[in-house]
Every structure is written in C-alpha cells, then in structure tokens.
C-alpha cells in the first residue's frame, strides 16, 4: 500500500504543476512530522504498549487516506491537500516506526547476527512492497484512475492494524523506562544525553543525516528528472522506482553475510561511499536502462547499509531508552529529508535537475570520509560489548 501511495503522490503533484518546487512541498510535507515530533513520539512509545501504538496508529491512518481517496475522487485534488495528507500519514509514521524498532529487540533479541537477519527480512519484506511491487502496481493503478492506489493504501493501512493486533507477547517497555512521575520533557532530555553522550552514535546519527539530505534533494524531484530527462511516462517511472528494490531486496538479504566478512567499520563508512558513486552514475545517465542499472547498485549498497546501522543501533541501546533514542536518531536523521527535499526543489529549479544528485554525490563522499576515524570496528565491537554487560546486570 505504501509503495502505491508512494508512486501515486508525486504523480498526482505533477500532474497538478511542472514547477519542480510545489513537487517537492509535497515531499517536504510528508517527512516534516519528524522534525516536530520526532522527540514526543520517542516517549510516548517508552511509556505505552508498543503493539497498541502501531496498530491504533495503523487504524487512524487508513481512514485518512480514505479521505485522501474521496477528495481525489470528487476532483478536489490540490496542492495544499496532498501536502495536508501527507503531514498527517508522516505524524502517523513517527510513532510506528519508534515503536517497530523497539519490538523487534524484544522479540529477536539482541545478538548482532540474529539482529542482523532479523532485520534483513524486515527490510527486505519492506523492499518489496514499498519499492519493488508497490511502485509499479501504483502508477499502473493511477493511469487507470488517479484514486485507485490511494484507495489500495487506506485498505492496506487496515490490514496492517488487523495484523500487529494479532501479535502475541509482552511489550510495553520495562518499569523503569515507563512513566514515574516525571515529565515527558525530563524523558526526551535523557534519551538525548544517551545518544550525544556516545560518540560512535553520535557520529553514525550525523552520517545518517547527511545521507538522507543528499538522496532527499535527488527523490523529491525524481518524478520531473524522469519524465523530462529520461523521457519515461508513469509506468516507466514505477518501474524506476522499483529498480531500488531490485538492488535492496538483495542487499538486505545478504546483509547478515556480509557483515561476517567485512568488519564493521569499513562497511559503513564504505557504504556510504559507494552510495556516492552510485548517486553521481545516476545523475549523469542519459538513457533510461544505464539509470536503472545504477538505481539498482544504489538499492543495493543501502540494503547493506541499512540494516547495519539499524542493527548496531539496536544493539547498543537499552530497551528503557529505545523509543527516546530512536526518537532523537529520527529527529537528526529524518529531520534533513525535508530540507533535503526543498533544497532539491531549489537546486533543480536554478542548475537543472540533474544538479541535485550530482551535488548529493559530493555531499555523501564528504560525509563518509568525516565519519572514518570515528565509525571504526574497534568503536563498533567496544560498544556492543559494552551494552551487552549493561545488559546482563540489568
């Protein structure tokens, strides 16, 4: 459902206008949630039962992508709207994927290399419907009816309610991580000393950041870029987007494998450097199958590199503290999506929309080689172990 709800938006934005920067409002609109309530959202989750947050969340949600569909369907599509829509799925987001992150440590665990398949089928599951079968099938569906992949959207956010609801355990967080009096703003304080009191956090949450502002500022204007450059219709511009998961699906399968035989350290910051190449290969193509050849690398590289850093994460952190750190990684990392997404609007609308993934390239290879002395195997092995100790005498 998300995967058509993602083909569909920006279709339907440019459908409304060709100026490249009311497009990227739009995309601007849906990731501003994490600037604000990024923090709040991380609290809340360490108070309540995660399981109830995701599937109440879920609920919500399908009834205002319901709404979405009739408005579209009564011909009162606009810009303002879909931004409108888009802000309240992205609010919604925030507190799913705070408490997603979390269930999965107490269902798996927090061994590196069950946490590391854990998560590559979680993402790889992801990959396949938001980017591989989701895309296609939604700009399929628009040409047919521009409502059609909002409607497949509202239905699926139902069924994922059914779904989390069906789960069985117990998840709300530990006693001394709910609620004992103290305000929610005392909570969000101590999740961020955690996180900007550890170093090798604190350098992976910038690297995050500075990879989503670089890819944001080329996906918020990808819609124009692949229509006016490479010259593809809206199934062509699904099947774009699904050449990403052609490379994650892999990507994140593998990731677990891969981690047993490249050392923490240069898988990282390495990543992030072949994202780079990967992003300025893209950016130059002029045909249609050599930009999808590098769409595939890139989904590739950051199916690797996803679940790493999600896995490291998890596996540092108390589960007390995981709502609130996740929160405030959401808030830094997530919180440049945005910006990356009008500076992309910006950029395009001045240089040409080829401009902002070249300009991502250089962003991401600055990034990767500020974060080297950091983000070391020695520092990755260092903190696990130490949080496993924590662990243990909790």
């Known amino acids: 459902g998300d995967g058509m709800y993602l083909a569909a938006l920006p279709l339907l934005a440019a459908e409304l206008t060709s100026d490249p920067l009311p497009v990227s409002v739009v995309t601007f609109a849906a990731w501003l949630p994490w600037l604000l309530f990024a923090l709040p959202a991380g609290a809340l989750v360490d108070r309540l039962d995660r399981r109830r947050v995701m599937w109440s969340v879920d609920a919500t949600r399908a009834l205002v992508v319901g709404g979405l569909t009739a408005a579209v369907l009564a011909g009162w599509a606009s810009i303002p709207l879909l931004a409108l829509a888009g802000f309240l799925v992205g609010a919604g987001q925030t507190l799913v994927e705070n408490a997603a992150q979390s269930m999965v440590v107490v269902v798996v665990g927090r061994e590196p290399r069950r946490l ?5 089928r979680l993402v ?4 396949v419907g938001q980017q591989l079968a989701g895309p296609p099938a939604g700009s399929t569906a628009f040409a047919l009816a521009a409502w059609l992949p909002l409607l497949a959207d509202a239905v699926s956010f139902g069924a994922s309610a059914t779904l989390v609801a069906s789960i069985r355990g117990r998840f709300r967080p530990d006693a001394d991580g709910r609620a004992t009096g103290r305000s929610l703003r005392a909570e969000i304080a101590e999740g961020l000393r ?3 009191g ?3 956090l604190r350098a992976a949450v910038l690297l995050v950041s500075a990879s989503n502002l670089a890819f944001m500022a080329g996906e918020a204007v990808l819609v124009l870029f692949a229509t006016d450059e490479l010259g593809l219709g809206s199934r ?13 699906l892999p990507g994140s399968l593998l990731a677990a494998r891969v981690g047993q035989r490249v050392p923490p350290g240069p898988l990282i910051v390495g990543g992030v450097l072949a994202g780079a190449v990967a992003m300025a290969c893209f950016g130059l193509a002029g045909d249609p199958w050599v930009a999808g050849a590098a769409y595939i690398a890139t989904g590739a590289v950051w199916g690797v590199w996803n679940v790493t850093m999600l896995s490291l994460r998890q596996a540092i952190v108390p589960d007390r503290l995981m709502g609130r750190v996740v929160g405030a990684v959401r808030l830094i990392g997530f919180g440049s999506i945005p910006v990356g997404a009008l500076l992309g609007g910006v950029v395009a609308r001045t240089l040409g929309l080829r401009a902002p993934f070249l300009l991502g390239a250089a962003v991401l290879a600055v990034a990767a080689l500020a974060a080297t002395p950091v983000i070391t ?4 092995e260092t903190a696990r172990d130490r949080a496993a100790t924590g662990a243990r005498r909790s």
């Not at 790889?124 to 990959?127: C, D, F, Y």
């Open 377 to 380: 195997s020695a520092a990755v």
């Open 194 to 196: 955690f996180l900007f």
């Open 198 to 200: 550890h170093r090798l």
């Open 236 to 248: 062509g511009y699904g099947l774009l987007l699904a050449a990403v998961a052609l490379g994650g």
């Open 116 to 120: 590391e398949r854990a998560n590559g």
């Open 124 to 127: 790889a599951s992801l990959t």
